[in-house]
Each structure stands twice: as structure tokens, then as C-alpha cells.
């Protein structure tokens, strides 16, 4: 049955994407958090300078040691952001963008001379090879289970565990450093090790998904997440659950225009992002204008009720307070002055008898709060 | 191959042409982009340039040049408006805007791409080459538009040369004027979509960030003004895009990108530890020296204290209890003084460590030194002299995209300032 399963091509190549996705979302709701996104962006290309060297030193193309290794040009990459920075010569945004693309640069430059008949190449480094994925298999336990899916799996696993494990330390790191350092919880040893399990990640992810659509599996899905919900505990399982969503609906759309898998899977997550920017329930578009036309409705039924309550026992009463007054005085249009009106009635603020309008003692009462605020709960 | 033959090597002639407009360009506007902290928004732009440069590709129905330059800064603007409206509207921060933009767009960029392949076939060769810059393919047509585009974004900044320098160092004070900042910052922003236009076929859109960053960063370490670090940037753009072509062009298989983005990487490391009042190693030099002169002048004042405790001018200090006075060896600073006549060697007894007679010129720089600048005044003024220091000590104005650090790395400035200071009161 299993064995079925991953004989199946499909299925390997949507279990890898879920798997990058997965262990991706794992560690980027807490680089975004720190705002240390553009990081994953520096490591993912940096890596590929990491897979060149250790290719060359040992000959890995696969496995513990590239993963561990490559891995470690990741963590050079934040390291000699840091060193740059340090100098105080360079901001940290620029010295990011010094470092990374000199050493992805050395990377590509050192596949170009020697490494032109290993698997890895510059079209690998860009797109990555999901579609083939099933392919390259290996025996686990038993079963033929293709490299790159056991591999990720392993990586998966590891993100897991460090997250579960350190949950708390890394929340109080994320959210307050101070306090983490003062606890002594050493939060800069905690974010390096974050580093150094993206870049693993990374370098996992490198064969299915290449150097830079991983970004989107670590950036958009968090991101997401952080725009459906306020708490951590939710936005690591929402991640995760968007990586899944993403794999599947990318795979079938790009078997269905023939395109690149990995790069349809990305732009899947791109599209879920693009909907929790419009639809999320508390910090999306959507949300924020309905908000916004909420307040103005209850600004124009409050200023209905205290232009009512200014005029109600003046001699002016029979000349303000009738429906037309309210489009000269208050200069609403019909449309406007209507639905205004028809709201506060509905509301059981404001009675209407012909032309004339009157405050409910509800609506009175309103009128007192807002015009008279120092008097609400004095009696 | 001779220096002649390369000169009359028309591909060669061609690629560095390119190269050099492409680098004059990327210095001038990346100065901009790095003194308003934008270094990354570079990055994105590049990436997104690609899903342009596909649609130009499809809507042109061939390799068509100012097709897929115009898709390329179409695609540039969007995702600039992107990233903005992101930051705008939701609650994402810029780092995980920029990121979301540079990744969705260049996955759609791969998405198109393939899209390409399966229906152009071999067409899609000239593609490719714009990921990491193939120089070689490059026509003089294409150099054509490039120096055009290049032309107009430089003519741009020559005409609103005042605002832009306003907007890039004071935004809120450009607002006060009455300028449009946000319109002109817009302009800037696509600008640098403009540079990465222009230097996709030179570098390729993923190495298209360093040509915005590096020629910039290296320029500020030498000069503190805007105008002279665009110029330099533009000089030092121009020599890391005609030396990385020309390598590339040389060598066989060696893409373009990579070596003029190694080249600009150079002259960054470079600067940054050789720059003149700036850079790192001119820093340690100077630190070196200051220690050395507060050194000496620590060793002469102890024994100028020691003669006086002694009664005695000529009291030789023996250089063991100097050593064990300070908690480190003192003779390098004993050596120097002596070199300059303000201590010499005096007899002593065999058996008995060296000894060292402070001599007359030594002993007035030693009052001089004990009396201090702020001499016959009460001690508040010489407190504030001291704080003063720390705030002094910067030569020149403060450039925006500079991290504070460098303030306390003028050499000299900060006590030339405070003697100054103490000489008028």
C-alpha cells in the first residue's frame, strides 16, 4: 500500500513540495516575526555557493554532509552580513545585499568552470527538478522511497522536533529579546540555530524547488498566516496547511498548462497569500474597508442623532429636523440622508412621523452620551 | 590576445560599451536606492523582471528588444506597487514584502518561462540568458536601447537633481517645501527598475541587486558629498562591468553576471578596508597611533611625577618599576620618547635593569600636558570638554544610509576641535 504510494509519481512529487513547504513553514512565521525575512533570501541563494564547495571538497551531491555542509554557508552568509554591518560603514539592508549575490555569484561562477557534468547546473540552481524527484530512489526501511522526499522528510522531522522542543524559548525570543536574554535563554544562539535549520532546509529543498523558490515556500506562507491570525500557536499549523494547499493546487495547475511544477507550487503560495491579504478575517483588505464603512455608517447615525437632539426643543425644531434639512444642513446626499435615516430608525434611535423626525428616548439618551460625556454613569 | 586585437574585436567593443552604460547607470541610481535604505528593494526588482521579460517575449512573439524591456519595467513597476501597497494595506513588514513580492513574481517568471519552451521551442535560448547575463549575445542594437533608456534615467536625475538629493536626505523637511515627495520617491523607485532594465542582458535579473548595492557602498567610503560618490559610483559601476565582460569574453563558458558582480564585490571590499579617514585599515592605523601617543604620554607624566615625588629632575626612573607601574612592558613607548629626545637612557648599575632620565624638552611637554588645554579653569569646563569630544569629533555631514560608528573615525578632528574650543574661552 505504501509502497504503491510512492511508486506513484504524482505522489512523490506533491509530498516533496508539501514536505519543502512544511518544514519552510515550520521556521518562517519566526524570521518573519523578527523581521528577518529578506535573511531566507540571502541564504537560499547563498547555499548554492555551499552545494558548489562541498561538491568539490567531498564530492556530495546528496545527503548528511551536503545538507550540514551547505548549510553552513548559510549561516557564513548572516555571519558576514553581521561582520559587514559591524564595520559601521554599511547599513544592515545594504550589507545584505552585498554579501549574498557575491557569494552566489562565486557559486555559479565555480559550476560554470567545473562542475559542468554533475547533475547540478545553473538551471537546477533556478527552477529545481520536482518533476523528477521520483527518479533518484533509495531503499528506507523496506520501502523505495525517492532521495529528495526522504531527505526533506528527515529535514521536516528535525524542524519539528527543534520547534516543538524550544516552542517556548523561541516564542519569548521572537516576541521579546530582552526578556529572553534576561531569562537566560541565549535568544542569538536560538536564532543562529533558526538560521542554520533554514539553510539546511534550503539545501534539502535545492534539488526539488532550486535556490530561489524556496523563498516562497519560507516568506508566503507564514506571511499568510500572519494575516489570518494573532496568535503563534495558529500560525505555524495555518502555514503548514497552505504548503499542502499549495503543492497539491500547483501540481495539478501545472500538469494541466505543462509548466514548471515547483515554480506553479510557489505561485500557489503566492495566490493564498494574495487571499489573506484581501479576505483575512481581521487584517485583510476586505475586512479592514468593511470596518472602515461600518464606522462611517455609525459617525453619520451619531451625527444624525446629536444634529436632532442640538434642534429638539428650539424654535428652529420644525425647520431642522425634518428629512430634507438633513441633505442641506448636514449636506448628505438623498441616497446618503436615507440610508442614514432608515438605519437609525431601524436602530430604534430616531421616529419618523411624515416629514418630522424625533428622537426615540433611546435615541436621547445616545444624543446625551456623546454630547454630554461626563454625565454617562455619574447618574 | 594583444591590446590592440581586443580593441578591434567588435563583440568586445560592443559588450563593453554595454557594460559601461550599465554601470554608470546602476552607480548613479544606486546611490540613491542605498542612501534611502533601499538596497533590497534592488533585489526584488530584479527578480520580478523576469515574469516581464516572458510576457514581452510572448506578446512580441519573438526575441524582440523593446518588447522585453518595456515587459521587464512594466513588471518592475508592479511589483514596486506591490510591495508597497503590502506594507500599506496589511500589516506585513518590508522585509517579508519584499520577500513575498521577489518570490511570487519570480516563480510566475518560471512559470512563463517553461511556458515559453514547450510552445517556442529553440526560440527560448535568448531567454535563458537573461538569469545570469550572457554579454556575448549582445547586439549593437541592443546596446542602442540600453544607452537610450540609459540616457533618459540620467537626464532625469540631472533635471531633478535637487529634489531628488532633498527627498533622499530629508524627506519631511521636502514636504515642508512643497514638494512631492511621495511622486518623487516613486520616481527614484522606478528608476532603479530602470538600471535593472538596462543591466538584464549585461548581468541577469538575479545579480542585478549587487550592480545597485556595490558601486554605491564602495563609493560612499571614499567621499562624503552626493555628488562626487554618483560620480564615483558611476566610474566605479563602469570599471567592474567592463572588467567582468571582458574576463567573461575571454574566458569560455564563464557567464557575465557572476564576474562583474565579483568585480563590483572587489571594489566594495576594497573601500571599505582601504577608503582614506574611512576605511577599516585606516581606522586601526589611527588607532594604533592614538594609543601609542597616549602611550608615551602616560609613561612621561609617571615619571615626570616620579622626579617631582623625588625632588630630583634628573631621577632616574628604573625601567622595571615602570613595567610593573603600568602592568605591561613600557619599552616601545620608552623607545619612541627617547627617539624624539624627551627621555634618554642613564647610567646605571650593573646587574639593575635599564633607566631613563626624563629630559628638559620632556619635561615641558609634560607640564604642558598635566596643565591640559583648559589650563586655570575650574574643573566643570574640563568635564565639558570631555563630553563635548564624543559629539565634536564628526568631519562631515551624516549621510542617511551610514550606520553611526563611523562618527568617532575621524582622526584628529575631535581634539583640534576641543583645543580650539578651549583656546576661545
Given amino acids: 500500500m505504501m509502497q504503491a504510494l510512492l511508486d506513484d509519481p504524482a505522489f512523490s512529487i506533491m509530498a516533496t513540495g508539501f514536505l519543502v513547504g512544511a518544514a519552510a513553514a515550520l521556521l518562517g512565521p519566526f524570521l518573519i516575526l523578527r523581521r528577518a525575512a529578506m535573511l531566507s533570501d540571502a541564504i537560499s541563494h547563498s547555499i548554492v555557493f555551499g552545494i558548489v564547495a562541498v561538491w568539490m571538497l567531498t564530492g556530495a551531491i546528496s545527503g548528511p554532509v551536503q545538507i550540514l555542509g551547505a548549510a553552513l554557508a548559510g549561516v557564513l552568509t548572516v555571519v558576514l552580513v553581521e561582520l559587514v554591518a559591524a564595520t559601521g560603514r ?9 554579501v549574498f549575490p557575491a557569494l552566489f555569484a562565486a557559486g555559479v561562477l ?5 562542475a559542468s557534468d554533475v547533475h547540478i547546473d545553473t538551471h537546477t540552481v533556478l527552477l529545481g527538478e520536482i518533476g523528477f524527484v521520483w527518479l533518484d530512489t533509495v531503499e528506507v526501511a523496506g520501502l523505495t522511497a525517492p532521495r529528495a522526499l526522504v531527505w526533506m522528510a528527515a ?3 528535525v524542524n519539528a522536533v527543534f520547534v516543538v522542543a524550544l516552542w517556548k524559548e523561541l516564542k519569548v525570543a521572537t516576541f521579546d529579546p ?3 536574554h534576561a531569562m537566560g535563554l541565549a535568544p542569538r544562539a536560538l536564532f543562529y540555530v533558526l538560521l542554520f535549520l533554514t539553510s539546511g532546509t534550503a539545501v534539502a529543498a535545492f534539488d526539488a524547488v532550486g535556490a530561489i523558490l524556496f523563498i516562497a515556500f519560507v516568506v508566503m506562507p507564514p506571511a499568510a498566516a500572519y494575516l489570518l491570525t494573532d496568535r503563534l500557536e495558529r500560525m505555524v499549523p495555518i502555514g503548514i496547511t497552505i504548503a499542502g494547499v499549495a503543492s497539491v493546487a500547483g501540481y495539478w495547475l501545472a500538469m494541466r498548462w505543462d509548466v514548471s511544477i515547483s515554480g506553479m507550487m510557489a505561485v500557489m503560495t503566492g495566490i493564498c497569500l494574495g487571499l489573506a491579504v484581501l479576505a483575512g478575517p481581521r487584517h485583510g483588505v476586505v475586512a479592514g474597508l468593511m470596518r472602515r464603512a461600518r464606522a462611517a455608517r455609525q459617525n453619520a447615525t451619531r451625527a444624525l442623532v446629536v444634529h436632532l437632539a442640538t434642534h429638539e426643543d428650539s424654535a428652529e425644531r420644525r425647520e431642522e429636523n425634518v428629512a430634507a434639512a438633513l441633505r442641506l444642513h448636514l449636506d448628505w446626499s438623498e441616497a446618503r440622508a436615507r440610508a442614514v435615516l432608515g438605519e437609525g430608525v431601524a436602530a430604534g434611535l430616531v421616529r419618523r412621523e411624515g416629514e418630522a423626525l424625533s428622537l426615540t428616548d433611546e435615541g436621547r439618551r445616545a444624543a446625551e452620551a456623546l454630547l454630554e460625556p461626563w454625565r454617562r454613569g455619574g447618574g | 590576445m594583444s591590446a590592440l586585437a581586443l580593441l578591434s574585436d567588435h563583440t568586445l567593443m560592443t559588450v563593453a560599451m554595454g557594460a559601461a552604460v550599465l554601470g554608470v547607470v546602476s552607480g548613479v541610481l544606486g546611490s540613491f536606492a542605498v542612501l534611502r535604505q533601499q538596497s533590497l528593494m534592488g533585489d526584488t526588482l530584479s527578480h520580478a523582471a523576469l515574469p516581464g521579460i516572458c510576457l514581452g517575449f510572448l506578446w512580441a512573439g519573438s526575441r524582440d528588444m523593446g518588447a522585453i524591456l518595456g515587459g521587464a519595467l512594466a513588471a518592475g513597476a508592479l511589483a514596486a506597487l506591490s510591495v508597497m501597497l503590502l506594507t500599506r494595506l496589511t500589516r506585513l513588514k518590508t522585509d517579508a514584502a519584499l520577500g513575498a513580492v521577489l518570490s511570487l513574481f519570480f516563480a510566475a517568471g518560471i512559470v512563463l518561462l517553461t511556458l515559453i519552451q514547450r510552445r517556442a521551442g529553440a526560440g527560448q535560448a535568448g531567454l535563458e540568458a537573461f538569469l545570469f547575463g550572457q554579454a556575448a549575445a549582445m547586439l549593437r542594437g541592443d546596446v542602442q536601447v540600453m544607452a537610450g533608456l540609459a540616457a533618459a534615467a540620467l537626464g532625469l536625475v540631472w533635471l531633478f537633481w535637487k529634489e531628488f538629493k ?9 514636504r515642508t517645501l512643497g514638494l512631492p515627495v511621495v511622486a518623487l520617491e516613486a520616481a527614484l523607485t522606478v528608476m532603479v527598475a530602470v538600471a535593472v532594465v538596462i543591466g538584464l542582458q549585461m548581468v541577469g535579473v538575479v545579480l542585478m541587486a549587487a550592480m545597485i548595492v556595490a558601486p554605491a557602498v564602495a563609493a560612499r567610503q571614499w567621499v562624503a558629498r552626493l555628488g562626487p560618490m554618483v560620480v564615483l559610483a558611476a566610474v566605479i559601476g563602469m570599471a567592474s562591468g567592463v572588467a567582468g565582460a571582458v574576463i567573461s569574453a575571454l574566458g569560455r563558458g564563464l557567464a557575465t553576471g557572476p564576474l562583474v558582480v565579483l568585480a563590483a564585490s572587489l571594489a566594495v571590499l576594497v573601500s571599505i578596508l582601504l577608503a582614506p579617514g574611512r576605511g ?8 594604533r597611533a592614538e594609543r601609542r601617543a597616549l602611550r608615551g604620554r602616560r609613561v612621561l607624566a609617571a615619571m615626570q611625577a616620579l622626579a617631582a615625588e623625588h625632588g630630583d629632575p634628573d631621577y632616574p626612573a628604573e625601567q622595571g618599576m615602570l613595567d610593573a607601574y603600568f602592568g605591561s612592558g613600557t619599552a616601545p613607548a620608552l623607545s619612541r620618547l627617547a627617539a624624539r629626545g624627551a627621555v634618554r637612557r642613564a647610567a646605571h648599575m650593573p646587574g639593575e635593569g635599564a633607566h631613563w632620565v626624563i629630559t628638559a624638552e620632556g619635561r615641558a611637554e609634560a607640564e604642558a600636558l598635566m596643565a591640559g588645554p583648559g589650563a586655570g579653569e575650574d574643573r566643570g569646563a574640563g568635564e565639558d570638554r570631555v563630553a563635548g569630544r564624543g559629539t565634536g569629533g564628526v568631519g562631515g555631514q551624516e549621510m542617511p544610509g551610514d550606520a553611526g560608528a563611523a562618527k568617532d573615525a575621524r582622526p584628529g578632528a575631535d581634539e583640534g576641535g576641543s583645543d580650539a574650543r578651549g583656546a576661545a574661552r
Fill in chain 1, 110 to 114: 565555480l559550476l560554470n568552470l567545473y
Fill in chain 2, 166 to 174: 532633498l527627498v533622499t536626505f530629508d524627506p519631511v523637511f521636502a
Fill in chain 1, 155 to 157: 529535514v521536516a522531522a
Fill in chain 2, 280 to 287: 577599516v585599515v585606516w581606522e586601526w592605523m589611527t588607532r
Fill in chain 1, 90 to 98: 554599511v547599513k544592515n539592508d545594504a550589507a545584505i545585499g552585498l
Fill in chain 1, 178 to 180: 530582552v526578556l529572553a
